[in-house]
């Protein structure tokens, strides 16, 4: 499970933020108490506290999708 991701925030969307780590870019839903507290750090380094929610039914013959 991914409970924390740190990199360089690239940009914001409504309701994500793309993270970059390394070669990775990552998008992480956010609220929007936390975009507007993010709005300042564009281009600076991030930590983002995560839960990370995998959906699906392996049981019934479905996918498991992150």
């Known amino acids: 499970m991914i409970t924390k991701i740190t990199g360089v925030l690239r940009r914001l969307d409504v309701t ?10 990552y998008q992480v839903l ?9 709005q300042a750090k564009v281009g600076e380094s991030v930590t983002l506290m995560t839960i990370q929610y995998i959906d699906g039914n392996p049981q019934k013959g479905g996918r498991m999708v992150p």
């Open 16 to 25: 994500e933020a793309y993270v970059e780590v390394g070669a990775f870019e």
């Open 30 to 38: 956010i609220p929007g108490f936390v975009r507007r507290q993010l």
